[in-house]
């Protein structure tokens, strides 16, 4: 029996970064309830049309912000994917969230619902940096965040740092990346900022506004922070990704291996 993976793609967001590409909504909260109605559905005539035999043991909700959908939303999405699929007992479900976007109780209330993981996007902790990327969070909203989902059970927890920054130094992602290891998460995430056509900051690269980083400085944000989680105790299991002893993110892992998923 082959294992395999579930995506779940929640399309909201309060305010769509600069740099993002993908499918997201701004400003339309008053649809997320059809839109949990209709993936409820979606779910039961996937699964009534899938005749492979696979066993789902990881469930992912990215986005846009999964958390604008209520904890019972996500519970009764979750209820209904393991109604109609055949899920392992030790699933992985990991749920996408922004820091300053939820509450202790919240967070409480989807440990309960079944979610086990965390992906936490801090991308950055320089204030100036968050503003380039048109973020809406600043850096006491990550560390509060990571505290409380710590108080609230969770005990795998990723974090989502980006490099290649325009004006971002070298010696200020090392810093960035310093903290966040300190913070003792169990998963870390780097990815380089990828300037996608059509978005708003190509627009400003395009136009002079804003310069790009270096090649030369890229490469050495990458195999200086390779070094450096490394050298604290983090394994570099993908590219980009890098965890604690079996704390690998299992979703991730079918992507790389090319492994069976559903969306």
């Known amino acids: 029996m082959k294992t395999a993976g579930i995506y779940n793609h929640i399309p909201f967001c309060e305010n ?3 740099y ?8 339309q909260n008053s649809d997320i309830g059809i839109f949990v109605e209709m993936l409820q559905k979606e779910i039961e005539l996937t699964a009534s ?15 846009g912000s999964p958390t ?7 519970n009764d999405i979750l209820h209904q994917l393991k109604n109609n699929f055949n899920t392992a007992a030790n699933i992985e479900v990991t749920l996408e969230m922004n820091p300053g976007e939820t509450t202790k109780d919240k967070l409480l209330s989807l440990k309960s619902s079944g979610v086990n993981r965390l992906s936490l996007g801090f991308q950055s902790l320089h204030e100036d940096l968050l503003h380039t990327l048109s973020r809406t969070h600043n850096r006491n909203d990550c560390f509060k965040t990571f505290e409380n989902a710590r108080v609230a059970g969770f005990n795998n927890i990723s974090i989502d740092m980006l490099y290649n920054i325009p ?3 070298v010696e200020s992602w090392l810093k960035d990346l310093s903290i966040v290891i300190n913070l003792k998460p169990d998963h870390i995430a780097t990815y380089p900022l990828t300037i996608e056509e059509g978005t708003a900051l190509s627009q400003q690269i395009n136009s002079g506004e804003i310069s790009p980083v270096p090649e030369e400085i890229e490469l050495k944000m990458f195999t ?8 604290s105790g983090f ?5 980009a990704h890098f965890s604690k002893m079996g704390k690998e993110c299992r979703h991730n ?6 492994e069976p998923y559903l969306a």
């Not at 959908?69 to 996500?74: A, E, G, R, T, V």
């Not at 200086?224 to 050298?231: A, H, I, R």
């Open 16 to 18: 769509k970064c600069n």
């Open 20 to 27: 993002c590409d993908y499918y997201c909504l701004e400003n």
């Open 49 to 63: 049309k899938h005749e492979e035999n696979w066993l789902f043991d990881t469930i992912y909700f990215g986005g």
């Open 68 to 74: 604008l959908l209520s904890s019972k939303s996500i």
């Open 167 to 169: 004006g971002q130094s």
């Open 224 to 231: 200086q922070c390779t070094q450096l989680l490394t050298e």
């Open 235 to 239: 394994t570099q299991y993908e590219v």
């Open 253 to 258: 892992q079918h992507y790389w291996n090319l």
